[in-house]
């Protein structure tokens, strides 16, 4: 109890009387910590981006004229029947044609030759959403079964297959550029905290010696760095975190203008903060402990 | 109190810096060393406070035999040996308080007791009133007493100065012998190495004879030969 007392002492005069060494030491984990987080915005946009074009896809299935209530009930409980379809939206004869007029408003040739016919034209529609875009195929070829042909007329999927099998592609192929680069970023942000902890350690060597040559443990000239490297972590996570806040304020009035919602970036990051600040947290505060390990070794041999 | 049985420490295949040292110290003796330099007499300090360990041969302070003591009984031997060296060793960012206080702290003795034995010690080398200033505002006779102090908070049987007076001027020299010289006469062993004629002759004690690793001369009441 005593020597921890100590140690918390021992680690606060440190931060003090090194204290632009110190400063250099928070400064450099918060850039670290900001380029390790501006990935992690981007990841969040790739994926935003893709789920909102993927939102954008449907297939519309055009029911014949002739089509009964009977038979449309029955397509209809097929088609919920898979476990892929996440939503499936049923537009009446009318509703079809309430849209048809609406869309055609300023069209008067339209409007009129649809006055003019007695009986609703149009067949009833049912808009179908998956949950992954690869799974329209399955939907479209479940249909085009010889029971269905005389009821549905149409379906809209073939126009959007090759966009769907593009975004795919895409979607593919940026998470594996995000694995590689979050890799990437790993052994980077390791080799910065090992090397600013090696530093601030080389500069306390005289120091650690002479801690060893008037009794001092091992663990009695370890435990203030591990302190150190407590608070120096915490420091840095909670300024990179308020960063994060201020600039996603910034950001988010563009980035609504994109995606059709307001403060994305700040929801996203208060409602992942345990995520964010407490896994970057740990991490951080491992990587700096193992690295003062690491770099004291040496010096607390003899 | 020290004992050194065929002691031999070499660094590698081309340094051999002691060879087949036969020494044994008293309790309560004042021990010269001497010898040009490179003769072993730093690793000899070392071996004694388990910075090195010997090559071959026995060392021993009191009844334990630190031939080969454990990195983790370090610490332990260190608190029962006072050391000060020619480059006085402070913690350059600690205050002169701070520095003796540390010694004390690394055996976690309580904050109520480091504050009665620190001005004590202060009080004996002469600088109670430096104890908040840090060790580059001393002078360096200054700052080898604040290293004497720091050297005697855990009351030591031994006392050992590698070149204590190295970087001294004659003034500061003497005041620092005088201190160890009163050590010693409250019983504590000082093993002294040291360059300068002057402090050998004037002590008329002990004196060995180190040269390239041998051990030449042990005079009972010696003088500076070389
Ligand atoms: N760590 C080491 N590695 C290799 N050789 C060493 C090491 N330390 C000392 N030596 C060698 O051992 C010999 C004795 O060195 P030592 O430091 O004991 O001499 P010294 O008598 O204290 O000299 P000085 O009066 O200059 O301080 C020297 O030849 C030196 O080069
Ligand atoms: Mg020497």
Redesign the pocket.
């Known amino acids: 109890m005593r020597s921890l007392f100590r140690a918390i002492k021992f680690a606060f005069q440190d931060i003090f009387r090194n204290f632009s060494l110190s400063l250099m030491t928070v400064l450099i984990l918060v850039l670290m910590l900001l380029s390790v987080n501006t990935l992690v915005v981007i990841k969040f946009f790739t994926s935003q981006a893709t789920q909102s074009i993927k939102d954008q896809i449907d297939v519309s299935i055009f029911f014949a004229h002739t089509a009964t209530d009977e038979e449309i009930a029955e397509v209809q409980s097929f088609i919920k029947s898979f476990p892929e379809v996440s939503n499936v939206q049923y537009l009446s004869k009318e509703q079809v044609l309430e849209k048809f007029k609406e869309q055609y408003s300023d069209n008067e040739n339209i409007i009129a030759s649809l006055e003019e016919l007695d009986e609703n034209p149009l067949g009833s529609t049912m808009i179908v959403k998956t949950r992954n875009p690869g799974d329209y195929n399955k939907l479209i070829e479940a249909l085009s079964v010889p029971e269905y042909e005389d009821i549905v007329v149409a379906k809209t999927f073939v126009d959007t297959e090759l966009a769907i099998e593009r975004i795919n592609n895409i979607t593919t192929q940026v998470e594996r550029f995000s694995v590689i680069l979050t890799g990437l970023f790993g052994v980077i942000a390791f080799l910065i905290i090992f090397n600013t902890i090696r530093v601030a350690i080389f500069t306390q060597r005289v120091e650690i010696t002479i801690k060893k040559l008037v009794g001092a443990t091992n663990w009695f000239i370890r435990s203030p760095y591990i302190i150190e490297s407590f608070i120096f972590t915490a420091i840095s996570v909670a300024i990179t975190y308020f960063l994060m806040r201020f600039a996603a304020g910034l950001i988010d009035p563009y980035v609504a203008v994109v995606f059709k919602k307001d403060w994305l970036l700040t929801n996203y990051i208060s409602s992942n903060i345990m995520m964010l600040v407490g896994s970057q947290f740990v991490v951080v505060l491992l990587l700096t402990i193992f690295s003062s390990f690491l770099a004291m070794r040496r010096h607390l041999k003899a | 109190m020290i004992n050194l049985e065929g002691v031999t ?1 070499r ?2 295949k081309q ?4 060879e087949d040292i036969h020494l044994n110290v008293e309790p309560g003796e004042f021990v010269s060393i001497v ?12 071996l004694i406070i388990a910075e ?1 360990r010997a090559t071959s041969g026995k060392v021993s302070i009191g009844d334990w035999d630190i031939t080969r003591i454990p990195y983790r009984h370090v610490p332990l031997l260190r608190r029962q040996i006072g050391v000060i060296f020619q480059d006085f060793k402070l913690l350059d960012k600690k205050t002169i308080y701070e520095n003796v206080a540390f010694a004390l702290q690394v055996s976690g003795e309580s904050g109520a007791r480091i504050r009665t034995v620190i001005p004590r010690l202060l009080e004996i080398v002469g600088l109670p009133h430096k104890k908040n200033s840090y060790p580059h505002e001393l002078s360096g006779g200054e700052q080898q007493r604040v290293a004497i102090a720091r050297a005697l908070v855990h009351r030591p049987k031994i006392l050992v100065a ?2 204590p007076t190295g970087n001294l001027d004659s003034i500061n020299t003497q005041e620092i012998i005088e201190i160890l010289k009163k050590i010693n006469e409250f019983g504590t062993t000082v093993v002294l ?1 040291t ?1 300068n004629r002057e402090v050998v002759n004037q002590m008329k004690r002990r004196v060995v004879t ?1 040269d390239k ?1 041998r051990l030449i001369s042990d005079v009972k009441e010696g003088k500076y030969r070389l």
Do not use: F
């Open positions: 420490k660094y590698n340094s051999t810096a002691l010898g040009q330099s490179g003769s072993g007499k730093t690793t000899l300090v070392k090195e590698d070149e190495v360059h180190l690793g």
